[in-house]
């Protein structure tokens, strides 16, 4: 894992990470040491992001995600190669907090989405709330997670980061959650001349953001696509555009089948369930657990149109 004088750029493919619960609803941390075997072992992941969507941070309490952080950071030092912790919250306090723990467990950067209850009005709030959390772990690489389908802000990420490199020495780019591919161009255009990174979330069209210069890709399916999608990543970094189409249709294959089957979060942990065999429980409620009969189809589906990676 990085010190704090050691930059590593963030690239390539990193699984948003789903968390491990008991059948009671609890946390269980001890899974994550299998977990982690699992994605590298079987999957080919080399980074995760923690805590995110997948992970339904914002459903946990701020020291259950302290406890997996710090789980994640543990089992995976020298082993991964980034540990990304989501910290994003709708307190600035807890958000800050957060940030701070992260510095102490060693993460290798923090990302985090914007306050969605009480949202920023413009870009020039949503930039002094994450300067504000910035200043609780000054040294630690700070990703701004637009995310605009679950916030519901109404902001393009390129008006956040406008100017965003003076404000916050510690920014180090956008994890970009959206299909708008002409703000996410504009991204990658700052951020090519600020020495940003600009990592793409719709898993489903990745191709499209790979031709847009984005340097990676953080999603919840490549948890367990990961290995198809190191192709698709490997494709295309030797221009081999046939092959790299091939893939991205055999993934868009995949989701929308699943969304026929009623593809959301609890599907989601679901197939991840079936494809890796790892007892990652149920949802936290609000969300409800879905039936393993819903997800058996598309964890089938997923290794008969996989079976060649
Ligand atoms: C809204 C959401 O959670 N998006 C994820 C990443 O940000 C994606 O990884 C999706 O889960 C994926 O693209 C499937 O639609
Ligand atoms: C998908 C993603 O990036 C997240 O879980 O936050």
Redesign the pocket.
């Known amino acids: 894992m990085a010190s704090s004088t050691v930059v590593k750029e963030l690239r390539g493919l990193v699984a948003?990470t789903f968390t491990p619960l008991t059948p009671e609803g609890e946390i269980n941390p001890s899974l994550i040491g299998s977990y982690i075997d699992y994605l590298i072992e079987k999957q080919g992941v080399k980074s995760v992001f923690v805590n995110?969507?997948?992970g339904e941070s914002l459903s946990l309490s701020v020291e259950e995600r302290k406890r997996l952080a710090k789980e994640w950071c543990e089992k995976g030092k020298g082993r991964l190669e980034q540990v990304i912790v989501h910290v994003g919250c709708m307190s600035l306090k807890d958000a800050q907090e957060l940030a701070r723990h992260a510095a102490t467990i060693g993460a290798d950067g923090i990302a985090l989405l914007s306050p969605s209850f009480f949202k920023p009005t413009n870009a020039d709030a949503l930039r002094m709330f994450l300067q504000e959390v910035a200043s609780a772990a000054p040294d630690l690489p700070l990703y701004y997670y637009h995310?605009p389908?679950?916030t519901g802000l109404n902001l393009d990420a390129k008006d956040v980061l406008e100017g965003i490199e003076t404000q916050i020495p510690s920014f180090r780019g956008v994890?970009f959650?959206s299909t708008d591919l002409r703000d996410l161009g504009q991204c990658v255009s700052y951020c090519r001349a600020h020495r940003l990174s600009v990592l793409y979330?719709?898993?489903?069209q990745l191709l499209g953001a790979l031709i847009m210069d984005v340097q990676g890709a953080?999603?919840?399916?490549?948890n367990y696509l990961g290995r198809a999608i190191n192709h698709l990543l490997s494709a295309f970094e030797a221009a081999d555009l046939d092959r790299a189409r091939k893939i991205q249709f055999q993934l868009q294959h995949i989701?929308t089948f699943a969304k026929k089957h009623g593809?959301d979060?609890t599907v989601?942990k679901q197939v991840m369930c079936e494809v890796s065999g790892l007892p990652l429980g149920p949802p936290r409620l609000p969300l409800l657990r879905c039936s393993q009969s819903q997800a058996l189809p598309i964890a089938e589906e997923i290794r008969k149109v996989l079976k060649d990676h």
Request: hydrophobic letters at 35%.
């Open positions: 948003a995110g969507t997948t995310i389908g679950m994890k959650t979330g719709v898993d489903e953080v999603g919840s399916t490549y989701i593809f979060l989601n």
